[in-house]
């Protein structure tokens, strides 16, 4: 029948966690118009004891209750995108530097760099298919899911060391301009050594 239980439930949980304890409006929304259909099928088996209903009003209930699932999953979907893109993004403006191609033996970058790519495009078909094909459209989410997870999974593991690395880069950015500024002085120097003899 309805399939809440296994994969909704546990989005909209960690949808709710990521949005302060509140569930999302659109969720809310979801869910009251995927009971309001549930509790027609309700009402439909009640009149059906003194009059004489067809299979197919329930059916047709019940597979409207099915596409507010749907949309409440996608709804989940986007929202735990929302924050988790928020906070990679966050991660990688407060804190990147070239250091990161070392971090791990090259582990941090290059499942940031593959995964990030990944999630992007899965994100953008799942959204392209929800209306063309629903099966195929979470296929896509949970591919996405899947690519952001291992992003903040590495980054979880290399956090220490991603901390480090806004040092690291702060103190390669004062090396260059140290090298710059000796660099200048002595070809200001070595002008006026020229410019004496000449």
């Not at 099915?66 to 929202?79: I, M, P, S, T, V």
């Not at 690519?147 to 040092?167: C, D, G, L, M, P």
């Not at 880069?169 to 710059?180: L, P, Q, T, Y």
Request: glycine share 4%; charged share 30%; hydrophobic share 40%.
């Amino acid at each position: 029948m309805l399939d809440y239980g296994s994969d909704v439930k546990k989005l909209l949980e960690a949808v709710k966690t990521r949005n302060h304890g509140v569930y999302p409006v659109n969720c809310l929304n979801e869910i009251r118009a995927m009971n309001d259909h549930i509790a027609r099928c309700y009402r439909l088996f009640e009149d059906a004891q003194s009059a004489d209903i067809d299979d197919i009003s329930f059916q047709k209930e019940i597979s409207k209750a099915k596409g507010h699932l749907q949309r409440l999953k996608y709804d989940c979907y986007k929202q735990w995108f929302v924050y988790v893109v928020e906070d990679i993004r966050y991660t990688r403006h407060k804190f990147y530097s070239s250091y990161w191609q070392r971090i791990g033996n090259g582990e941090l970058w290059r499942v940031y760099s593959e995964n990030w790519k990944d999630g992007q495009k899965y994100e953008m078909e799942a959204k392209i298919n929800e209306s063309i094909d629903a099966s195929k459209a979470e296929e896509y989410y949970k591919h996405a899911f899947v690519a952001y997870n291992k992003i903040t999974n590495v980054f979880s593991k290399y956090s220490r060391e991603i901390k480090i690395s806004q040092w690291i880069s702060f103190f390669e950015k004062i090396r260059s301009v140290a090298v710059w500024l000796i660099i200048t002085i002595c070809i200001a120097v070595i002008t006026e050594v020229i410019n004496m003899f000449v």
